[in-house]
Each structure stands twice: as structure tokens, then as C-alpha cells.
């Protein structure tokens, strides 16, 4: 064997365990994973709204979430999301007031052991993106982001796991 191809296998084998040791092969997420959100909590939304948010077990694979927005004891806002894999990946699919969006949300970045899962389309103006984040065991912090009126905008529900 010449020294050139011996220095050049050598280099491909030292490269590929730098390599692999750097960048680890990332685990599929499923929606089962998502179970930290399931349950029924209660808050107030950044706008100063009273929040409720019942969300199911992720059983079967899909998880099924009702949320309402209260102002003055009358029920202002409502919607349902819909947590499911669609090709191979997980998806948020929305329906304010009761209506499919025709936007669906694919899971961009989810931490396991955060208890973070951040869901987002671009092309939607708002919001662009949902974070759920499970700041403590009992507090469930949701936060939507994107544009309103060409304004970047957020919207945070801090919510408590109801009793």
C-alpha cells in the first residue's frame, strides 16, 4: 500500500469518528413525546384574558387540545388544535373558532429534556410559530409569535395545571 492512500484512509477513518461524534443522528420525535402538554390547565393570556387549555394523552398518536379565551366571564376566542404526524413528522394543525386552517405547523425544534416543543410556518403571518414549554411541573407557558400589521407581535399564555 502507498503512503498517499494509506494517509488518505487514515484521514477518511479519523474524519468519519469526529464526525459521528459531533453531529449524532437525530431520534425521530413522535407525538407520544408531546405528552407534557396533555392535561387541563388554566391562566391568563398576555393581553390580560382568562385562559383555559384542555389538552388529551397523545394515545394513538394523536393529541387533541381545546383552548378558550375569556374577557368579563364571556367566552371571546376559541380553538381547537389537532397534534399528529403527517409524513413522517409531527404537525400543529389549527382551527380558530372551530375552523381548519389551511396552514399546517411542522415541529422545527423539540427538547426532551426542556419539555419544549417549537412548532412553525413562515408563510403564515401570525402567529408564525407556537412554543410550549413546560416551565415547571404544574406551569405550562404557551407563547404564539409572528407579524400583525407588518409588527413582529407575541401573544404568552402562562397557564397552571388545574386541580
Known sequence: MNLKLLSHSLFASLAAVLF??????QEKTTVVQLGFIS??????SSSGAAAEELTSSPE?????????????????????????EKDGAVVLIPHPNGKRSPHVFPLVKFDASAKRAVFENQAHDFPKTFTYELVA????RITLAGDQKGQPAAEVYDLQRAK
Not at 393529541?63 to 381547537?80: H, I, N, P, Q, W
Not at 411541573?137 to 405550562?140: F, M, R, S, T
Request: hydrophobic share 35%.
Open 20 to 25: 459521528s461524534s459531533i453531529a449524532p443522528a
Open 39 to 44: 392535561g387541563s390547565w388554566r391562566g391568563t
Open 60 to 84: 394513538g398518536g394523536v393529541m387533541v387540545s381545546a383552548g378558550r379565551e375569556f374577557e368579563k366571564g364571556r367566552c371571546t376566542f376559541y380553538d381547537l388544535v389537532v397534534f399528529t
Open 137 to 140: 411541573p404544574d406551569h405550562l
